[in-house]
């Protein structure tokens, strides 16, 4: 598979999180009144779970087996990659963009996740779904 395609199936499932992490958001937001930036590691490790199945299913499925020890260090590798990443680029930019920016915090989030993409995906990509 080349690299353009599998670049558009990372972010298939990268719209599917992204939805989902802003609508997990929304609601953490609302019962988390005031600490956005709690509402946000959760919905982040939400969404971090959802697309670590969706790649190994669906972008990276031709790499690799589904072996049970192989899945589980992909999943610590996932985390240690695009979920420190995402989270130290996510709680990092948001605070910037609320209270300097004035932006609403969902509107915040989805640049703060695009912004991360393009790491992600290399990271991914070259590490946790590596040839092996």
């Known amino acids: 598979m080349t690299t353009f395609v599998r670049w558009w199936k990372f972010n298939a499932v990268g719209a599917v999180g992204m939805g989902l992490q802003l609508g997990v958001l929304a609601v953490l937001n609302r019962v988390l009144a005031g600490r956005y930036l709690l509402a946000t590691a959760l919905a982040i490790e939400v969404t971090l779970l959802h697309n670590f199945v969706w790649h190994v299913r669906y972008t990276w499925r031709d790499r690799g087996d589904s072996a049970r020890l192989e899945m589980w260090g992909r999943l610590v590798r996932f985390h240690l ?52």
């Open 81 to 132: 990659s695009n979920g420190l990443v995402s989270m130290a680029g996510n709680l990092a930019l948001m605070p910037l963009l609320v209270e300097v920016g004035r932006m609403p915090v969902l509107v915040a989030n989805a640049a703060a996740v695009l912004g991360c993409s393009v790491m992600n995906f290399w990271l991914g990509d070259g590490w946790v779904f590596a040839q092996l």
